[in-house]
C-alpha cells in the first residue's frame, strides 16, 4: 500500500535561510508524487509534482523538490525562504495505480513558520 | 485560470441532520473527489467519481454517505445523518487524466460544523 511520511510536524526558519521539509514515501508501483501547500483558510494549492520524468523537480514561487528513488525521498526546498512561504505543506502520493481516478494518500503535513 | 469552487464555504448543523455539500469542479474535466481534512490531521480520502460512478472509496465513505453529479456540472456530497466526528474540512477535487496524470485541483473546501 502507498504511504507517505513527513519528518517533522512543525519546521520554524529565519527569512533568507534554506528551507528543508522532508518526505519519504513508500509505494508499490513507481510512484506519482506531490507536494501542496495550504495557506491559513485556503484549500490546497499544488506546488510541484513528479511524474517519472526529471528527478529535480521545478516548482512556484521557487520551491524545489529531488526525487531520490535509493532513498525513497522527495525532500521540498527553497534556497531562501520568504515571510509569505509560511503555510502547512502537504507531500502526497498517488495511489496503486498512477492514472486519475485513483486517491492521493497524504502525509500529516509539516506546518513552515519563518521568521524576520 | 479555471478554478473548483465549493459552497457553501462553511455550514454549520444539528447532529443527525442530513447536510449537502457543493462543488463545481473544472469543466473539462472528467474526475472528482471528496477529501475531509479533521482539524490537525491530515488530508483523506473519501470517494472518487467517473463517469457517473463511484471509482473508488475509503473505509471512511460508508453508507451514511453518497456522491452524485445531478445536473452535468455540479458535483455533491451528501451526508444522511450527521454525526459529531463528521465535523471537518471538506475539499472537492478534480482532474482531466491523460497526461496530467493523477495531479488534483482542489477547491477551497466547505468547512463543517456539526453541534
Known amino acids: 500500500a502507498q504511504s507517505v511520511t513527513q519528518l517533522g510536524s512543525h519546521v520554524s526558519v529565519s527569512e533568507g535561510a534554506l528551507v528543508l521539509l522532508r518526505c519519504n514515501y513508500s509505494?508499490?508501483?513507481?510512484?506519482?508524487l506531490f507536494w501542496y501547500v495550504q495557506y491559513p483558510n485556503q484549500g490546497l494549492q499544488l506546488l510541484l509534482k513528479y511524474t517519472s520524468a526529471a528527478t529535480l523537480v521545478k516548482g512556484i514561487n521557487g520551491f524545489e523538490a529531488e526525487f531520490k528513488k535509493s532513498e525513497t525521498s522527495f525532500h521540498l526546498t527553497k534556497p531562501s525562504a520568504h515571510m509569505s512561504d509560511a503555510a502547512e505543506y502537504f507531500c502526497?502520493?498517488?495511489?496503486?495505480?498512477?492514472?486519475?481516478?485513483?486517491?492521493?494518500?497524504f502525509g500529516k503535513g509539516t506546518t513552515l513558520s519563518v521568521s524576520s | 485560470e479555471p478554478e473548483v469552487t465549493q459552497t457553501p464555504s462553511h455550514q454549520v448543523t444539528q447532529m443527525g441532520q442530513e447536510v449537502i455539500l457543493r462543488c463545481v469542479p473544472i469543466s473539462n474535466h472528467l474526475y472528482f473527489y471528496w477529501y475531509r481534512q479533521i482539524l490537525g490531521q491530515k488530508v483523506e480520502f473519501l470517494v472518487s467519481?467517473?463517469?457517473?460512478?463511484?471509482?473508488?472509496k475509503s473505509e471512511i465513505f460508508d453508507d451514511q454517505f453518497s456522491v452524485e453529479r445531478p445536473d452535468g456540472s455540479n458535483f455533491t456530497l451528501k451526508i444522511r445523518s450527521t454525526k459529531l466526528e463528521d465535523s471537518a474540512m471538506y475539499f472537492c477535487?478534480?482532474?482531466?487524466?491523460?497526461?496530467?496524470?493523477?495531479?488534483?485541483?482542489f477547491g477551497p473546501g466547505t468547512r463543517l460544523t456539526v453541534l
Open positions: 477535487a478534480s482532474n482531466s487524466g491523460g497526461r496530467q496524470g493523477n495531479e488534483q485541483f
Open positions: 509505494s508499490s508501483v513507481p510512484p506519482y
Open positions: 467519481f467517473y463517469n457517473n460512478e463511484i471509482s473508488e
Open positions: 502526497a502520493v498517488s495511489g496503486p495505480s498512477n492514472q486519475a481516478g485513483t486517491a492521493l494518500i
